[in-house]
T-cell receptor, first 113, second 109 residues
Framework: KAGVTQTPRYLIKTRGQQVTLSCSPI?????VSWYQQTPGQGLQFLFE???????NKGNFPGRFSGRQFSNSRSEMNVSTLELGDSALYLC????????????FGQGTRLTVV | GQQVMQIPQYQHVQEGEDFTTYCNSSTTLSNIQWYKQRPGGHPVFLIQLVKSGEVKKQKRLTFQFGEAKKNSSLHITATQTTDVGTYFC?????????FGQGTRLTINP
């Protein structure tokens, strides 16, 4: 069974640009969550999707957005990139909405210069 | 919103020594999960605790859930270099998992 796949693995962007990250969950998993991980802030929740609906959003500016497709694949977009957006972006999928283990992808390392 | 405090933030031990990390919540938890993230890797699920006072073991790892379901601990007996990484607890918030800040474990061989 394939794991969670995130693409690309590494990305370098310039301030002001926008970026789209992709996440393919484990087959059969309909819940997809996104997290931002930085050395100082740990794992910060961005948003969670279930069956194409965003059910929760973290405390991030509107420049961060996402969506989920009918095949459960998810994308997140960051517009007008800032230096502080440099981080590891992790996607996690799970079988159920709550109280079940989350399977993480290997993440996308975004560097903004 | 749901928050969980995890201590210590860092722990350095000699190989063979024991290690413990703690998670504390001000509210009663429905369950708590533990994850391990190796350096350069991604978080990997270790275990979920659900019952009050629950104790679960995985080889040298012992997980406990407090009687009041407000705290939990992960104890590693006789650490090995393969135990290096950051250990996170995670609790269920509103349609999201809320992670503790993590305890980064380093080991002197």
């Amino acid at each position: 069974k394939a794991g969670v796949t995130q693409t690309p693995r590494y990305l370098i962007k310039t301030r002001g640009q926008q970026v789209t990250l992709s996440c393919s969950p484990i087959s059969g998993h309909r819940s997809v969550s996104w997290y931002q991980q930085t050395p100082g802030q740990g794992l910060q929740f961005l948003f969670e999707y279930f069956s194409e609906t965003q059910r929760n959003k973290g405390n991030f500016p509107g420049r961060f957005s996402g969506r989920q497709f009918s095949n459960s694949r998810s994308e997140m977009n960051v517009s007008t990139l800032e230096l502080g957006d440099s981080a590891l972006y992790l996607c996690a999928s799970s079988l159920q909405i709550e109280n079940t283990e989350a399977f993480f992808g290997q993440g996308t390392r975004l560097t903004v210069v | 919103g749901q928050q969980v405090m995890q201590i210590p933030q860092y722990q350095h031990v000699q190989e063979g020594e024991d290690f413990t990390t703690y998670c504390n919540s001000s509210t009663t938890l429905s369950n708590i999960q533990w994850y391990k993230q190796r350096p350069g890797g991604h978080p990997v699920f270790l275990i979920q605790l659900v019952k009050s006072g629950e104790v679960k073991k995985q080889k040298r790892l012992t997980f406990q859930f407090g009687e009041a379901k407000k705290n939990s601990s992960l104890h590693i007996t006789a650490t090995q270099t393969t135990d290096v990484g950051t250990y996170f607890c995670a609790v269920q918030g509103a349609q999201k998992l809320v992670f503790g800040q993590g305890t980064r474990l380093t080991i002197n061989p």
